[in-house]
């Protein structure tokens, strides 16, 4: 029967992880452009699992902040899988956390992937959330572009500290906040949207809200990023009371990316048909890829 321990990775188990993550999905993984990162990583810790002498798995847990972790780039080699290493770098990941100090552990995956699904309850994981990428182009209106979107919705203002208990009154009532299990994605990562990380994303003029009637009926919270995909505006918590709030919210952030000197937008939507509609009638696009997010209490 094969033996199988997980320990610390080390400089010299990169090439031989990399072999058999090559081929994750159709394009590749991520693997190879954060194994340098992960490995000196003090925030957090990179494991390998090792079966009878030989790599056979790779896992990172990343602590966001004093008690939350998150759980991420866990493969196992195809030559190994269905023996248990899976569930062994999950426990491995769990036990640094809580030896950390963390009282909740995420992570997310695809909704196709059948073998992580059937995992997460063995380990005691509940999906708390789901969320559908979208992608948009900046608003161009010349005639011979591809899209051509010419009305003129009320736009976004800045939150501004004094909004704050506005948004937390707001959120508290929402239909979509709950669903989503009160996450804020960006670089496919989940964070609690709390008092204070809203404070911190107002002051950091990341939060957009749409006012009409006298009352907030619409906000997101968005974020620029510069990586391998260009310089995007990410978008990683979006909410309306309707559609069309939802429609005049996605508008507004795309017709500001040339402004902004963006090349795109990148949403995490709650997977729900009111914001799926809300951005396709703003015509953003999706692949129909839907990623589920599982949550444990550590304490």
């Not at 999905?25 to 990162?37: H, P, Q």
């Amino acid at each position: 029967m094969a033996h199988t321990e997980v320990r610390s990775a080390h400089a010299e188990d990169k090439d031989t992880v990399l072999a058999f993550c090559h081929n994750t999905w159709d394009w590749g993984d991520y693997i190879d452009r954060v194994w340098d990162e992960w490995l000196v990583d003090s925030q957090g810790k990179l494991f390998v699992a090792v079966t009878d002498g030989q790599l056979s798995g790779v896992a990172h847990l990343r602590m966001l902040n004093a008690t939350d972790a998150w759980l991420e780039g866990l493969r196992v080699d195809p030559n190994y899988r269905q023996q248990g290493i899976a569930t062994l770098l999950h426990v491995a990941m769990v036990e640094e956390a809580i030896r950390r100090g963390a009282t909740n552990a995420r992570l997310a995956t695809e909704s196709t992937n059948t073998g992580s699904i059937h995992i997460m309850g063995h380990v005691h994981m509940r999906q708390v959330g789901a969320f559908a990428p979208f992608r948009a182009a900046p608003v161009v209106t010349n005639v011979q572009s591809r899209t051509k979107i010419t009305y003129n919705p009320e736009g976004t203002q800045l939150a501004t500290l004094a909004d704050l208990d506005d948004i937390i009154d707001y959120l508290n009532a929402s239909n979509i906040f709950p669903t989503v299990g009160g996450l804020y994605y960006v670089g496919f990562v989940a964070y609690e949207i709390t008092a204070t990380f809203l404070e911190t994303y107002i002051a950091a003029q990341h939060v957009y809200l749409l006012r009409r009637w006298n009352r907030l009926d619409g906000l997101a919270i968005a974020e620029l990023r510069d990586d391998r995909q260009g310089k995007r505006l990410s978008i990683g918590y979006i909410d309306g009371m309707t559609i069309e709030a939802i429609s005049l919210v996605a508008y507004d952030l795309r017709s500001r990316l040339t402004r902004m000197s963006l090349e795109s937008a990148y949403v995490y939507a709650p997977d729900l048909m009111l914001v799926r509609d809300g951005l396709g009638g703003m015509e953003y696009e999706w692949d129909n890829k839907v990623f589920y997010t599982y949550e444990r209490g550590l304490v």
